[in-house]
């Protein structure tokens, strides 16, 4: 097997703020894996939060890239999943690229394969009655942290184009604006669902102040109210909370969600953040039945750093894969979303293409 590079810059459509930034673009780098004539993408982009520049993507990507060379074929590369032991955005990258190239060759879209990985379903050959449904959901759109007349517009906007949950980023200096914003799109969007993600903002006493206020607003969840790094502390505020705690920066490693099982009301499982989709499944595998349930989140990236949480969109109780949606130009397509609904496709593997190309990528 060989493997190729590409780096790109992706630049939002408008500047996203949360409570410790504020981002206009990122990179992405695109590994590609080529195997007796069809390729397989996957993507990797930076963050500053988890530490992974341009340079060190480039390099751990590479390294793996020579490291699939002692395999046979893409699906022994698969099953010892190579990059394990790499950053898990590397990793995740790494997985996609190798279960787009399975797809392609085996006929299947990935979510075939990861319900048969999984046990939750059998493969069978496509078309066929007991072939399972391709995943979709609806997602929620992120609404950064602007002054509460544009997010109300932005609200407005979304529901007309079909968005059924928004999530408001929180966390600005005054509290108040917060509550302003949330009430703003309340009003602007009646029908919505709301989720709020202070990123980690808030202290303990004033999530206890804050959280019975936004329940009063009708928000649904939060999302990480306190800073990470003090899981206890996310647990028991859970206990005391009149709204849903879903735990994003605490939730990372398999470990770290085995520890906040069954006491938080949801984890954030990011495939960036966690490794890939198999890694994934392992999780939600092991939440199951703890009253602690999936949200699938993702990091501003294109479709085809996407694709593969959609392909595990319908085990999640709250979808955020919105992260396409917020590019000024979105490279790659194939999940949709601009209705309020990903899907993903029953074409084999990831089951995307790339815009430039121009038509269905048969590699």
Request: glycine share 10%; aromatic share 4%.
């Amino acid at each position: 097997m060989k493997a190729t590079l590409r780096t790109v810059r992706l630049a939002l459509a408008e500047p996203l703020r949360i409570s410790r930034s504020t981002m206009t673009a990122r990179d992405a780098v695109w590994f590609t894996v080529e195997h007796e004539g069809l390729t397989g993408h996957g993507e990797a982009v930076t963050s500053v939060y988890y530490g992974l520049n341009t340079a060190e993507l480039e390099r751990q990507l590479y390294e793996a890239g020579l490291d699939l060379g002692r395999f046979v074929d893409p699906e022994s590369a698969l099953r010892e999943r190579p990059a394990g032991d790499r950053p898990p955005a590397v990793a995740a990258a790494v997985e996609a690229a190798l279960l787009d190239l399975c797809g392609k060759r085996s006929g299947l879209p990935a979510h075939r394969l990861l319900d048969a990985k999984s046990a939750r379903t059998a493969p069978s050959t496509p078309g066929t009655p007991s072939a399972p449904s391709a995943p979709s959901a609806r997602t929620a759109r992120t609404i950064g942290i602007v002054p509460a007349e544009r997010a109300a517009a932005q609200a407005r906007s979304l529901a007309d184009s079909g968005f059924t949950v928004i999530k408001v980023k929180a966390g600005a200096p005054d509290p108040e604006d917060d509550l302003g914003r949330v009430r703003a799109i309340a009003s602007a969007a009646p029908r919505a669902r709301l989720l709020l993600d202070p990123n980690g903002a808030w202290t303990s006493a004033e999530a206890l102040q804050l959280l019975p206020r936004y329940a009063e607003l009708g928000v649904e969840a939060v999302e990480q109210p306190l800073a990470p790094g003090d899981p206890e502390a996310l647990a028991r505020l859970a206990e005391r909370s009149p709204l849903p705690l879903i735990a994003d920066e605490d939730a990372v490693t398999h470990e770290d969600v085995r520890r906040l099982a069954g006491r938080v009301h949801g984890v954030n499982v990011k495939l960036a953040k966690c490794g890939g989709p198999y890694e994934a499944l392992r999780i939600a595998e092991l939440i199951e039945g703890s009253g602690t349930e999936l949200m699938l989140g993702c990091l501003t990236a294109s479709t085809l750093g996407l694709a593969p949480a959609v392909h595990l969109a319908d085990r999640a109780r709250w979808a955020d894969l919105d992260g396409h949606l917020l590019l000024a130009d979105d490279p790659w397509t194939g999940i949709g979303g601009a209705d309020g609904v990903v899907r993903a496709s029953e074409l084999p593997g990831l089951g995307v293409r790339e815009r430039r190309v121009g038509r269905e990528d048969a590699a």
